[in-house]
């Protein structure tokens, strides 16, 4: 049988196409959120912590064939918390949380660098470059601005929530905008 002897090509076998099956798709060929970093390789990848479900009920055949009964299900489920359960400022419901004042900046800085002139030591100052597709390390995450003296003085782009403190003070109500050209200071630095 040659290969003209074929009948009709509906049913026929395809060839392979001509790109290779190991290849990663590109952004618009996904069904990712778009983040804005143009590669999903960029974005990386944080694995869970502990396996999810393994111990749960319904992961072997058996459990999954007999089901669960509706007590078991309800005593599994967490009740909702009702209406307010914070001030946003710590995790304490109805206390004082964390609270601000100049010496802690609220926003966080993005990768920091320094300065390619050279003027000033490099550990001293750094310049907030924006944000890296990634997820920011444990030592960027601490990274806050700090405004300077004849800086904006409030601490937080948007508005403070309600039971803000600001160096040990409640925080007015208006609206503040943070410079991204402040200090940034982390933990162990000096003020």
Do not use: C
């Amino acid at each position: 049988m040659s290969d003209t002897d074929w009948g009709d090509d509906v049913y026929q076998p395809q060839e392979q196409e001509a790109s290779d099956p190991d290849e990663q798709l590109g952004a618009e060929d996904t069904l990712l959120d778009p983040s804005g970093t143009g590669d999903p390789l960029d974005e990386g990848y944080s694995p869970p912590d502990r396996p999810w479900v393994v111990e749960g009920l319904g992961t072997t055949a058996a459990e999954s064939l007999t089901g669960e009964s509706l007590d078991a299900r309800l005593t599994r489920e967490l009740p909702e918390t009702p209406g307010f359960t914070g001030d946003g400022v710590g995790d304490l419901a109805g206390g004082d949380g964390e609270l601000w004042d100049g010496k802690v900046g609220i926003t966080r800085a993005g990768r920091l660098t320094q300065q390619a002139d050279g003027s000033v030591p490099a550990t001293l100052t750094a310049s907030d470059v924006g944000i890296d597709g990634a997820a920011a390390s444990a030592e960027e995450a601490a990274m806050h601005v700090i405004p300077e003296d004849g800086d904006d003085e409030t601490l937080l782009d948007g508005s403070l929530p309600d039971g803000a403190l600001v160096d040990g003070q409640p925080a007015d109500d208006g609206p503040g905008k943070v410079p991204r050209e402040g200090n940034a200071k982390g933990p162990g630095k000096g003020a």
